[in-house]
């Protein structure tokens, strides 16, 4: 992943599949060369994006993880978080400070994007922020503490993390610690 | 039977912003689906960079919802609806294609826009196609879940009566048919939204993520108007600036240009002068015994550097005088055990010490002593003056005095059962067990820590005591507190304040030592001073083996004469200097000079924790010097840390990162940028610089930039005036950047622009360098190098420093980059815990203490109070090994009571002594304790810090 630019949608989406356990569910998607999160359609049917083609696939398959929400609200938290990630953190020069501070203030009293429970869309988010969360200082990552807190946590999982780096995260403040309780 | 069950239905709340169309969305939906949705208007401020998200349903505590379509997919399954993929796909076309198109065709130059045009016309073209044969997005008659999203999000634009809607007849004929139905015309009444580039705008203040993506959306399609572009990078970056700015930019440049305010070498001393402010400048003096750690080193004397340094760049008289404090017990104590002379031992450590500081690049101006004559002379001067206008008084204490040793034991040599605990080892000061404060001739069956002797017993002694309430009342001290401390730094003004508000009391200056400045009465003349008492005045000693004239600076009554004193320290010295030494010098009655900017540093932590002599962790002046990794980078990094409004932590992977980041990649890069375009483009020679409005805009960014510098340096906010130095550095980046000059030089018609372009650049390269030269002085004289200049030019605007045609030197990268792998291993060479050291250790092959400058457990810590640093030679906690040490030292021990008890030889007794000391020593390295010997957590003892 380069430092600049659009990561390749075709990789990330047959990777989160895979995590989500929905490998035998691959080939039900229309993943030739190019496709984005926006525009990919599954083979069968009308249905278009990522977003909503990753939650379909979910509930059919009847994983029984509740990792497309387990209440309505839930669920609703999912559909945004998942279409956010389309919208503002696949292009990786609009994942800027305004979009990172946002997302650090919906995580204040939430644990997972989703509220206390793994969803689908923490792993999505990972992956499209890892990049960004690697070129960070120290100093930056203490300017989201809840986003860091969060992605501190997500990247535990080393089935999802993959051949990805840890990135370090400072255990003690180093600099300013005022915005800790925004 | 059994209790009914309570359904509680919570009302479901739409929050926005009063004329937001957005909202549309959602209430059009609930009524469509019979779920109750209120709505709640609310007013948000203006001003912020951060908007809130508007319209929101806020469902509970974590569920907040500002994605409108997935508020549909709530209300749609809070009413037990269905989602088919048809209405997915519409609300993905409506979030990823309709919505954007619509947003950026409305805002301010939207319409203007071709692309945005086009791409609008496409949307809506599609979205037309869909309308089935009773006029409706829908598969019914009326319109339903489709028609509300699409409607929602078009209906600022189609309710504006816009030119383009006249393209699109059946879809306006469908927008006018659906806004008469029930639940449509409720939320028209319900919500009033506005329409138009007006509704647009509700949209924007709520939602800029919105305008972000829309714009980055069209960047890709490489059709936006420059105007778009730079209000977006101006929003991002946030230095716009005014036109007054610019003017006054341009009249800068084209003045005149002053020359090095830097003083030569001077033949003669530096002493004040009239008619101009002189400034003197002391760093807490380090204590001799210790090896400087890096807090000790930013606390102190880095932060004076620096302020001194850009005093000289500036021109200014400055004097920078520091040294080390040599009195006290654990010299004593540490000379006893190497069998050294206590001046020995001072002269050993003085000049490891300035090794350290020269290493460093501290330009002291004098580094010198507190064992001096003239030490003794004027403190033993300022006692007697305090004498004789009768602000000491003789007062008795209860002390603990040691018959075999023959003398009174402050805290630190005392040991006993705790009064409240009972716990066996309790200090002298505080008990460990319980952390109760004790005073030592509280505690029950006290022995001698350096005998070891239970004959300890209480008796008077007399001391002197300095009266610091009749000091406060008479020279009113308060007064003078109140208004010098305006100039201090808040932390420092308020500890000095909370000290006086508990009412100061009597101070005893007086200690049972024989390794201090004498006391000069008779009757006290086997005492000598006490530490704190003795120690300031070392400044004004230091200053006199300086110069003969040292009275100019300290006691000067002349009105002609300004002198601006700034003491740096970090924030545990501060109750000494801020009313001990002040007292001490106003009871003279002498013109003293007192001290106007006290300047002091919170502490520094080490990685995750605090420097601790159980685990052996910190990093000291001796390690740095081995890393390998140059002085300036270490300036850099501990000032880019230093713990200003509160505590910081040193960390190897930020120093890593920042040092890649920063250093590297923002100002090594551009300087070799800069002037690697100089040496190919133009023969390394300076060019001709013809100047744009745009370039005059960028100067002034840059003067912005230094203004906020030099305010900051003031006010010794080190820290952050380092980071404007780093905001100047990516200006210039950007300016490169946007510019282009590796592009412009291809083209013979572009080599006057490049020229202009690689002269500023070479400009800011100039003034960087003189920026950088209090902070990173190799650095500076590197880019003087490359630049082939000898001087720093202080000036508050960016200026054509080089003049045309100036030849510039060999360019050179001016850092390198730090890997990881470094990184880790210095980091498992001085942090760890003992089972890692004890691994080295089994390693490597033993050698008796590595230097003596390394092994500092006799030594006490001075950032953190309490702990003493643990040599990184290693520690090996072998049980059998402290087993066999202990029964050896309890036999020693033995030994030596014996040999007191027969009153033998005295040379005898203290050679056995001394065996026991070193034997008590190793213990204490081994089992990675403090030796009892020199016990640092005495609270008193630890008045030793500097």
Not at chain 2, 535 to 561: E, F, H, L, R
Request: proline share 5%.
């Amino acid at each position: 992943m380069g430092a600049t630019g659009k990561l390749d949608d075709v990789e990330i989406m047959k990777r989160l599949l895979k995590y989500f356990g929905l490998t035998d569910s691959l080939n039900l998607v229309n993943l030739s060369k190019g496709t984005t999160m926006k525009d990919v359609r599954l083979k069968a049917g009308d249905l278009q994006g990522f977003n909503y083609i990753l939650i379909e696939l979910v509930n059919t398959k009847g994983l029984g993880l509740n990792l497309s929400g387990r209440s309505a609200e839930q669920r609703a938290l999912v559909h945004q978080w998942l279409q956010y990630n389309i919208l503002h953190l696949t292009d990786k020069t609009s994942i800027t400070e305004y979009v990172l501070k946002e997302m650090d203030s919906y995580l204040v009293p939430c644990t997972f994007f989703a509220g206390h429970n793994l969803t689908l869309a923490d792993p999505v988010i990972y992956l499209s922020l890892y990049p960004v969360f690697m070129d960070m200082s120290f100093q930056e990552k203490e300017k989201y503490p809840n986003l860091s807190r969060w992605f501190r946590l997500i990247q535990e999982d080393s089935e999802l993390r993959g051949k990805n780096k840890k990135v370090p995260f400072a255990s003690v403040p180093l600099y300013n610690t005022t915005n800790l309780f925004h | 039977m059994g209790k009914p069950k309570v359904v509680i239905n919570r009302v479901l709340k739409l929050s926005n912003n009063v004329g937001n169309p957005a909202a549309l969305k959602p209430i059009v939906v609930s009524k469509l689906a019979s779920v109750e949705l209120q709505l709640e208007n609310v007013t948000i401020p203006l001003e912020g960079k951060q908007r809130p998200r508007l319209p929101i349903l806020v469902v509970d505590e974590v569920t907040r919802l500002f994605d409108t379509n997935a508020i549909v997919t709530y209300i749609l399954e809070t009413g037990k609806l269905q989602l088919d993929p048809k209405l997915l796909n519409l609300m993905n076309f409506d979030a990823h294609r309709l919505s954007p198109a619509i947003l950026a065709y409305l805002s301010e130059k939207g319409d203007a826009d071709f692309g945005v045009t086009k791409e609008l016309t496409s949307a809506l073209s599609e979205i037309e196609k869909k309308i089935n044969p009773y006029g409706f997005l829908s598969e019914e008659r009326v319109p339903k879940y489709e028609d509300a999203i699409i409607w929602s999000t078009v209906y600022p634009l189609l309710a504006s009566n816009d030119k383009l809607g006249s393209k699109f007849p059946k879809l306006m004929e469908w927008f006018t048919n659906t806004c008469r139905y029930t639940a449509f015309a409720e939320a028209l009444a319900t919500v009033k939204p506005l329409s138009g580039k007006e509704g647009a705008k509700t949209i924007f203040v709520c939602n800029p993520a919105a305008v972000i993506s829309t714009f980055c959306e069209r960047f890709a399609r490489a059709e936006v108007s420059s105007t778009v572009k730079t209000e977006i990078m101006e929003e991002q970056s946030g230095t716009v600036v005014s036109t007054e700015e610019v003017a006054a930019a341009r009249q800068a440049w084209k003045g005149l240009i002053p020359h090095s305010a830097v003083k030569g070498k001077r033949s003669g001393q530096i002493l004040p002068l009239t008619g101009q402010k002189n400034y003197l400048v002391t760093s807490a003096l380090p204590y001799v015994n210790n090896v400087p750690h890096l807090g000790n080193i930013i606390g102190c004397v880095l932060s004076a550097d620096v302020f001194a340094r850009y005093c000289r760049v500036r021109g200014r008289n400055i004097l920078y005088v520091c040294g080390t404090d040599e009195y006290g017990t654990a010299t004593e104590t540490k000379a006893l055990e190497e069998g050294l002379t206590p001046q020995q031992i001072c002269d050993k450590y003085h000049a490891l010490h300035s090794e350290i500081y020269k290493w460093f690049d501290i330009g002291f101006d004098y580094f010198g002593r507190t064992t001096t004559k003239e030490q003794t002379q004027i403190g033993q001067e300022i006692f007697m003056r305090l004498h004789q206008n009768e602000y000491l008084k003789e007062m008795t204490v209860l002390q603990l005095f040691c018959e075999p040793c023959k003398r009174f034991l402050s805290d630190r040599f005392v040991e006993g059962t705790c009064p409240s605990c009972g716990y066996e080892d309790a200090r002298g000061d505080q008990c460990d067990k319980c952390s109760r404060l004790t005073n030592s001739t509280d505690l029950k069956n006290p022995r001698c820590k350096v005998c070891g002797s239970g004959q300890v017993i209480t008796k008077n002694s007399e001391q002197v005591f300095l009266d610091l309430p009749a000091l406060e009342q008479k020279e009113r001290l308060a007064e003078w507190l109140e208004k010098a401390s305006e100039q201090w730094t808040p932390n420092a003004r308020h500890i000095a304040k909370s000290w006086m508000k508990e009412g100061l009391k009597e101070r005893c200056i007086t200690r049972d030592l024989k390794w201090g400045t004498p006391v000069p009465l008779e009757k006290f003349k086997d005492k000598v001073f006490y530490v704190w008492f003795d120690a300031p005045i070392g400044y004004i000693s230091m200053t006199a083996n300086y110069t003969s004239n040292w009275k100019q600076w300290w006691i000067n009554s002349s009105k002609d004469v300004e002198i601006e004193y700034y003491q740096f320290m970090a924030k545990d010295n501060v109750p000494f200097h801020s009313i001990l030494f002040p007292a001490s010098l106003k009871g003279t009655k002498e013109p003293w000079t007192l001290v106007r900017h006290l300047i002091a540093t919170e502490y520094l932590n080490y990685e995750d924790g605090k420097f601790s002599k159980s685990r052996g962790v910190g990093v000291f002046g001796t390690d740095v010097m081995e890393t390998g990794i140059p002085a300036d980078i270490w300036r850099f990094y501990l000032i880019y840390v230093r713990p200003e409004s509160q505590d910081s932590a040193f960390s190897w992977d930020d120093f890593m990162t920042k040092n890649n980041s920063e250093l590297l990649n923002n100002l090594g890069n551009f300087v070799n940028r800069s002037l690697t375009f100089l040496e190919k483009f133009f023969h390394s020679e300076v060019p001709t610089i013809v100047m744009s409005e745009d370039d005059y805009r960028v100067v002034a960014e840059v003067n912005r930039e230094i203004v906020e510098h030099v305010n900051l340096l003031e006010l010794c906010k080190l820290r952050d005036a380092l980071r404007q130095i780093l905001a100047i550095s990516k200006i210039g980046n950007v300016y490169f950047q946007s510019q282009k000059p590796w592009t412009l030089t291809k083209n013979a018609a572009d080599r006057q622009r490049c020229g202009t372009v690689c002269g500023v650049g070479a400009q800011i390269v100039f003034l960087l360098m003189t920026l950088l030269d209090p902070f990173m002085p190799g650095v500076a004289r590197a880019i003087r190098e490359q630049l082939n200049v000898s001087k720093p030019i202080f000036s508050l605007t960016l200026l054509p420093f080089l003049p045309p045609g100036h030849k510039i030197g060999k360019v050179s990268p001016l850092f390198q980059k730090l890997d990881s792998d470094l990184m880790e291993k210095l980091r498992k060479k001085y942090a760890g815990n003992q089972a890692e050291r004890k691994e080295k250790e089994a390693k490597k092959p033993k050698s008796p203490s590595k230097s003596s400058a390394s092994v500092s457990v006799a030594s006490v810590d001075t950032v953190n109070s309490n702990d003493a640093p643990n040599s990184t030679g290693g520690v090996a906690a072998d049980p059998a090994e402290v087993a066999k040490l202990e029964a050896d030292i309890a036999k020693q021990g033995t030994l030596v009571r014996d040999l007191k008890a027969k009153k033998a030889d005295k040379a005898e007794i203290d050679k056995e002594v001394q065996a026991l000391l070193k034997l008590k020593f190793q213990l204490g390295l081994l089992s990675g304790n403090e030796t009892p010997i020199t016990d640092s957590k005495s609270k008193k003892r630890s008045s030793k810090k500097k």
